[in-house]
């Protein structure tokens, strides 16, 4: 693969791209050092006030066109993903044709939300002003994405970006850059003035200084807590948007169809290879269905073939790294060594990790209470709607929940009292479409993505004010 250098090179060491699934190489791209931010900078400025002068129809025919042209070459794109991520080809094929329908979305709302009339005339006092507020771009942001869905998530910060009339200095993460350099070309081929988007490749010391420039009006990192905890501290006065991590549970009422929802935990479970912030983690299951769920459940989950992600009969690709695999070896041992059952799964292979599934980990345990970002599901079992929502709450931030019932107050009941950004009824908590809003709630959680609402954030209102007295 090569690197299409759009972004400023110096001497430091090129990054190699490693392939998750045997480790070859991928290719290098080029660091950017730290000391090039004021020119990073400059050519920000110019491209934000290029992108503030794109007429609304110019911005939405370039993300329409860049859609375009990823759907034309959509299997080089997803196989791009499948080679850096270690995605499925399937799942893949899913994230371009969902990068596709987020930049589509994104023009939609270059054409149509440029502001509102303000209602002067609502309370008594100001009848004799009239006016509007038109939303305005903020000027440049800096985008810092994470490994798994290279694509779309990038896409996420880009498109809205791009429509509300801003530049973008952009931080892919070093493991997966490619998928946003194919983005960003096609954005171009498009017709995207080059300066608008400047990809920049590094590690800490040049998020520093992008994070913490004056220049930069906001911060959209989605990303890990610590990450994006060491990111705030440094970012200053600015907007911030924090897509972190989660930790999602899923309650399985009694009344439920269960076949269903055997089917949907599974592979809100797995997809990715649990790669995933909304993925399942922790499958709460009434206590009179427990046992014949959990057995369908495991069932279902030792059916699921992982290996060579470019196959199209591969369930489960690898994790990103044979380390980070390593790792989640390691917690499930420290779980396990707790007092967790294992079901299945927890033979590794490399980077292939198999499909794990436990049951009774302990609430104390670090499996319980953090994110596990890998394919490992707890299962518990619960007596009543009360019990299910306080174990569902438990930990201390959140994404999203799923509850799989027959009953529509159950599962609105639910929806109002589990603390999460979104509650999944009767789907594993891992459904997202692209338009709805998305983010956490409790700890960390800051800002929504869903185009429309990147979008809002991206852009700030303008009053004009006309007294006609
Ligand atoms: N809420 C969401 O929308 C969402 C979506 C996808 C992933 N995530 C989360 O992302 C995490 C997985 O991705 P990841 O492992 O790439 O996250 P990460 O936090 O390690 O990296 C995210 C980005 O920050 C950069 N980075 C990492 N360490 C840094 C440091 N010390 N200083 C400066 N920059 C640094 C990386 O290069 C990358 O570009 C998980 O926690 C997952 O839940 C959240």
């Not at 479970?269 to 499958?283: D, K, L």
């Not at 790294?321 to 927890?346: F, M, P, Q, W």
């Not at 994110?371 to 709450?393: G, K, Q, R, S, Y």
């Not at 979008?455 to 007294?467: A, D, L």
Request: aromatic letters at 6%.
């Amino acid at each position: 693969m090569t690197a299409a250098k759009l972004h400023i090179t110096t001497s430091l060491a090129p990054i190699t791209v490693y392939s998750p699934y045997d480790g070859s190489v991928l290719g290098t791209i080029d660091a950017t050092d730290a000391s090039e931010i004021s020119e990073l900078l400059a050519r920000a400025r110019r491209g934000a006030e290029l992108s503030s002068k794109l007429p609304r129809h110019k911005r939405a025919s370039i993300l329409e066109g860049a859609a375009q042209i990823i759907e034309s070459r959509r299997e080089a794109f997803a196989e791009t993903i499948v080679r850096e991520a270690g995605k499925t080809i399937v799942q893949a094929r899913k994230e371009v044709l969902r990068c596709v329908n987020t930049l589509k979305l994104s023009a939609e709302e270059a054409k149509r939300n440029a502001g509102e009339i303000v209602p002067f005339d609502a309370y008594v006092g100001s009848e004799q002003r009239q006016g509007w507020f038109t939303r305005e771009p903020l000027g440049i942001i800096t985008a810092i994405t994470p490994y798994n869905d290279p694509l779309n998530l990038v896409a996420h910060k880009l498109g809205p970006a791009i429509a509300g009339g801003n530049a973008v200095l952009l931080k892919p993460s070093n493991l997966t850059p490619f998928s946003s350099i194919n983005l960003v070309d096609a954005l171009v081929e498009a017709g995207l003035p080059r300066e608008i988007i400047t990809l920049v490749h590094g590690d800490r010391e040049i998020v520093t200084a992008l994070v913490s420039a004056r220049d930069v009006r906001m911060v959209s990192f989605t990303g890990g807590f610590a990450t994006g905890e060491a990111i705030s501290r440094k970012a200053g006065l600015k907007k911030l948007a924090m897509e972190l991590g989660g930790n999602a549970p899923v309650v399985v009422m009694n009344d439920c169809d269960i076949d269903k929802a055997v089917e949907g935990c599974v592979s809100g479970a797995f997809w990715a290879a649990g790669q995933n912030c909304i993925g399942a983690q922790r499958v709460l299951v009434q206590a009179d269905i427990y046992e014949r769920f959990r057995d369908a459940f495991v069932a279902a989950t030792k059916k699921l073939k992982a290996g060579d992600p470019l196959r199209e009969d591969t369930d489960v690709g690898p994790m990103i790294s044979k380390d980070v695999a390593e790792r989640t070896e390691a917690s499930v041992n420290e779980a396990i060594a707790a007092g967790a059952k294992l079901l299945c799964g927890h033979k590794r292979d490399g980077s292939l990790y198999q499909p794990t599934v436990l049951e009774g980990t302990p609430v104390t345990c670090r499996l319980w209470h953090e994110e596990v970002f890998a394919p490992v599901v707890m299962l518990a079992p619960f007596a009543t709607l009360d019990e299910a929502i306080e174990l569902a709450n438990e930990p201390e931030y959140s994404l999203h929940a799923g509850i799989f019932t027959g009953n529509l107050n159950v599962a609105l009941d639910a929806a109002n009292r589990i603390e999460a950004g979104g509650v999944m009824i009767n789907d594993s908590s891992d459904y997202r479409f692209d338009a709805m809003p998305f983010g956490g709630s409790k700890y960390g959680s800051m800002g929504r993505e869903g185009v429309h609402f990147a979008y809002e954030e991206m852009t700030q209102p303008k009053v004009v004010c006309i007294n006609r007295g």
